[in-house]
């Protein structure tokens, strides 16, 4: 959801924030596809050694972090780039969260049914979120209202992680 509400209108959320050029904002764009490379390798080695509910919410609340810092006024060029690498940190790490807690907390018999029913909302989500985020900045006249809510909602996403606690010791009994 928040993955496509963000990086369709990256470049135009930057200029406009940033009263930087196209070219400069791409440049900054392009370090959330390095960025993501980043995380998903970071992400697996956390999640084996760090409580992984702790592990994910801290990685969905790197977002919450990143719209903070575009909602600033006038951002300069290095707190927009601190915000892209938020954004792209989540992106690279959230799959592998989301994979992970699941298959601890539900284990691998359920894995299929509930990990289709979270993608499946979450492509839900990531077609109408391009088309809802171009809304509110055509309503509204910025992005500001649409960082709000992303705010909002991965602040609770990172809540409902952190709440599941600490999966099965033995979540390998699930699979029977």
Partial sequence: LYVMAIAPNLVSLLTEKGSITAMAAAQ???LVGLVTII????AGFL?????????????????VLGCALMLLDSPDFLVMTIA???FGMTIGAEFDVIIYLTSRQFGLKAFGAIFGAMITAGAF???ISPVTSG?????????DPMLMLLMGLMTLCALAILTIGRPEQNWSKFDE
């Fill in 28 to 30: 900054i764009a392009g």
């Fill in 39 to 42: 995380a998903r390798m970071s």
């Fill in 47 to 63: 999640l084996f050694l760090l409580p992984a509910h702790i592990v994910g919410a801290c990685i969905f609340m790197l977002p």
């Fill in 84 to 86: 892209v690498i938020c």
């Fill in 125 to 127: 989500g990531g077609a």
């Fill in 135 to 143: 809304a509110i900045h055509d309503r509204f006249g910025n992005y």
